[in-house]
């Protein structure tokens, strides 16, 4: 059933601090948003709980994207438009130039920022795996000041977060990435564009003398919230890519993901299916490392 518009109301405070003033006086009665993209799909199907909601679209303070001496720092207004488009995200975050090009239609990339794309919390979201296996962390800003955390803490259940209720995402920052990492990222949806994931797989690993010195390993959909997949990484690292010892390698990997692996059955695909197609993403990755 939709919801019934009349009953919502949408205010814009002029700034950032009249915003962040209101959350922190009536905390947990405002929903902010920014691009709404999100926001449109709960309210055509009458799912939009909160019926006071907070624009954040005109913060031009909040969308940026920065070079700086060791990182590069993305605003959570930054949309996926402006992602895709950097020539500095392109030439040095790769992976995230990919994830954002695969985040909705080219309507919803000029809409939809980062920050939103991070709160809404989705475990399916096509960014995150990126945003783990980079190490990012994520700044959180309210009336009483800012905190940073690892991103991989931010999340905490299905649809579940770190953010307090008098808090916006502010920023999220990249550490600079070495040059010697191989990157690797894979989608699996029910077509090549437009699709939700089934699952999706991003990584990052350094090889030496045929041996994995570090993988790097996030993964969409495949457990109640985004995953960096520490137990298939541990269980890799040190490994052989020596061609009389890749099948072992593999066989390894393939192991310790099932094992890490805590999918769910949905209308998308099965649990199942999501194990299975996440050890073939990562074998496939594997195996491009040995060449």
């Given amino acids: 059933m939709r919801s019934d518009v009349t009953q919502y109301e949408l205010a814009a405070p002029p700034t950032l601090d009249a915003i ?14 920014a691009g709404g993209t999100e926001l449109m799909v709960a309210l055509g199907v009458g799912r939009l709980p ?11 303070e909040l969308r940026f994207i920065r070079e700086e001496a060791d990182s590069i720092v993305l605003g959570a207004n930054t949309t996926f438009t402006d992602i895709r488009r950097s020539a500095l995200i392109a030439a040095k975050l790769p ?4 994830s954002a090009s695969w985040t909705g239609a080219i309507a919803n990339q000029n809409r939809a920022t980062l920050g939103g794309n ?13 945003l783990l296996v980079y190490g990012a962390t994520i700044t959180l800003i309210s009336q009483s000041g800012t905190r940073t955390l690892p991103y991989a803490d931010f999340h905490l259940g299905y649809k579940k977060t770190a953010l307090r209720p008098d808090e916006l995402v502010h920023s999220v920052t990249i550490p600079a990435q070495q040059d010697s ?3 690797y990222i894979r989608k699996v949806g029910t077509r090549n564009a437009l699709a939700i994931s089934k699952i999706a797989l991003a990584g990052l690993a350094s090889v030496e003398n045929n041996i994995l010195q570090e993988i790097r390993l996030g993964a969409a959909s495949l457990a109640d ?18 061609p009389d010892q890749l099948e072992e390698t593999v066989r390894i990997g393939r192991a310790a993901l099932a094992l890490e692996a805590k999918p769910i059955d949905d209308i998308r695909s099965t649990a199942r299916y999501r194990s299975t197609v996440a050890e073939n993403l990562l074998e496939e990755f594997i195996r491009s490392l040995a060449v």
């Fill in 20 to 33: 962040l003033a209101k959350l922190a006086t009536e905390p947990g009665q405002h929903m902010p948003i």
């Fill in 50 to 60: 909160h019926h006071s909601l907070l624009s954040l679209q005109h913060l031009t």
């Fill in 118 to 130: 991070i709160v809404n919390a989705s475990p399916a979201a096509d960014n995150p795996p990126v």
């Fill in 225 to 242: 919230r985004p995953i960096r997949c520490t137990a298939a990484e541990s269980a890799l690292a040190g490994a052989s890519l020596a």
């Fill in 95 to 98: 992976l995230l130039a990919q």
């Fill in 181 to 183: 990492h191989r990157p």
